[in-house]
């Protein structure tokens, strides 16, 4: 199993272009998160997902989108990217209330936008 | 609302030295309690964790009781090497409702010198 994986590792961007982050994990999980990390402010949710085709906001979800169109696969989306959101991005997974509450991170991206 | 709140950083000490990362949180019912590690360049990894109350986890050397009397849940080693240099995480997550989200502490950085 690879766990969770994220595409790309890293991405320099100007400002007001988009662009997807991807994640991907192969161990069935249900859940799905988007968190960015930022120096002195820990971990902040984006955005999350229940299962396949449902997405909801989290703590900072301004600016940013999401898709859980395959079960396997949860999809972060910058449609104008603004300097702020120069960030660390971190992708989890973890399988649904009532078994394990262990959240699988992936490798992260880190996110550079001029 | 829910919160946890750790110990600032960054803690530095000597090898074989005795570590400890205070963490205590605030939450409705009971939460289940976690200590998440991220290596320098890495994704956040499950360390230790701990579901209900007097429970301890373990894991590498590393130890936490949960202590509801205090609303704490302390992180403790006897004696630290150079390859425990990352930062921990303290974290919970509450039994409130099906969309169950991780809540983390700012994160403590650990730098531990030979």
Not at chain 1, 14 to 33: F, I, P, R, V, W
Not at chain 1, 85 to 111: E, H, M
Not at chain 2, 10 to 26: D, G, K, Q, R, W
Request: glycine share 10%.
């Amino acid at each position: 199993n690879a766990g969770v994986t994220q595409t790309p590792k890293f991405r320099v961007l100007k400002t007001g272009q988009s662009m997807t982050l991807l994640c991907a994990q192969d161990m069935n999980h249900e859940y799905m998160y988007w968190y960015r990390q930022d120096p002195g402010m820990g971990l902040r949710l984006i955005h999350y997902s229940v299962g396949e085709g449902t997405t909801a906001k989290g703590e900072v979800p301004d600016g940013y989108n999401v898709s859980r169109l395959k079960k396997q696969n949860f999809l972060l989306g910058l449609e104008s990217a603004a300097p702020s959101q120069t960030s660390v991005y971190f992708c989890a997974s973890r399988t649904r209330p009532g078994g394990q509450d262990t959240q699988y991170f992936g490798p992260g991206t880190r996110l550079t936008v001029l | 609302g829910d919160s946890v709140t750790q110990m600032e950083g960054p803690v530095t000490l000597s090898e074989e030295a005795f570590l400890t990362i205070n963490c205590t949180y605030t939450a409705t019912g009971y939460p289940s309690l976690f200590w998440y590690v991220q290596y320098p360049g890495e994704g956040l990894q499950l360390l230790l964790k701990a579901t209900k109350a007097d429970d301890k986890g373990s894991n590498k050397g590393f130890e936490a009781t949960y202590r509801k009397e205090t609303t704490s849940f302390h992180l403790e080693k006897g004696s630290v090497q150079v390859s425990d240099s990352a930062v921990y995480f303290c974290a919970l997550i509450t039994n409130a409702g099906n969309n169950r989200k991780l809540i983390w502490g700012l994160g403590t950085s650990l730098a531990v010198n030979p």
